[in-house]
């Protein structure tokens, strides 16, 4: 039973313009919510999060935007740079004192030039 | 980047012989997770570590064991590999949500084969 899905498995979009990666999520207990980057043979790299008591977060070029009644998040990447290229896994905790994360699949990024 | 090390990066190993996986880390932090990564899976938590000594399992802990003697260690260990377990493995660490912060930071990855 997946609790957090993505189901884009890859995604591709041109330099300079906008990249939106979804996440879906089944367990109305996540109350914190994560975007790690993970490139080829490299440990995945914690990019920007967000708490369930907010509906967006921004870090320089990237937005993750939540959607509690929907259960849905998005990552917003503008504007796209090559470099962006990489897998983006969305992440969720329940919070607690586990701190244990759940994890999608993963969505594969190309950035074209 | 958080201090984190993973020994060894590389592994091939037989079917049926023990392996023990190292993940040290310089940063005092708390919390310590190792994960799986396999195609179609995202990353699976195995076990994780809050505290020397305190360890508990993650949603794929069958086959593996862990040891947390001191702060800065997390010994992940396949008592008898099975090709199922073929993969490659992550550690994270974590300072924990009581020093408010749900991030974990993860190492370089130990791709484990056993053949």
């Known amino acids: 039973d997946q609790q957090v899905k993505q189901n884009s498995p890859s995604l591709s979009v041109q330099e300079g313009r906008i990249s939106i990666l979804n996440c879906d999520y089944t367990?109305?207990?996540?109350?914190?919510f994560l975007w790690y980057k993970k490139y080829p043979a490299e440990g995945p790299t914690f990019l920007i999060s967000?708490?369930?008591?907010?509906d967006k977060n921004e870090d320089g070029r990237f937005t993750v935007f939540l959607n509690k009644s929907a259960k849905h998040l998005s990552l917003h990447i503008v504007p796209s740079q090559p470099g962006d290229s990489a897998v983006y896994f969305c992440?969720?905790?329940?919070?607690?004192?586990?701190?244990?994360?759940?994890f999608g699949t993963g969505t594969l990024l190309a950035v074209q030039p | 980047d958080a201090g984190i090390t993973q020994s060894p990066r590389h592994k091939v190993t037989e079917t049926g012989t023990p392996v023990t996986l190292r993940c040290h880390q310089t940063?005092?932090?708390?919390?310590m997770y190792w994960y799986r990564q396999d195609p179609g899976h995202g990353l699976r938590l195995i076990h994780y570590?809050?505290?020397?000594?305190?360890?508990d399992k993650g949603e794929v802990s069958d086959g593996y064991s862990v040891s947390r003697s001191k702060t800065e260690d997390f010994l992940l260990t396949l008592e008898s590999a099975t090709s199922s377990q073929t993969s490659v493995y992550f550690c994270?660490?974590?300072?924990?949500?009581?020093?408010?912060?749900?991030?974990?930071?993860f190492g370089p990855g130990t791709r484990l084969t056993v053949t």
């Open positions: 994270a660490i974590s300072p924990g949500p009581g020093e408010g912060s749900y991030e974990q930071y």
């Open positions: 367990n109305s207990m996540f109350d914190y």
């Open positions: 967000i708490s369930s008591i907010k």
């Open positions: 992440a969720a905790s329940e919070g607690g004192a586990t701190n244990k994360l759940i």
């Open positions: 940063e005092n932090h708390r919390y």
């Open positions: 570590s809050y505290g020397v000594k305190d360890t």
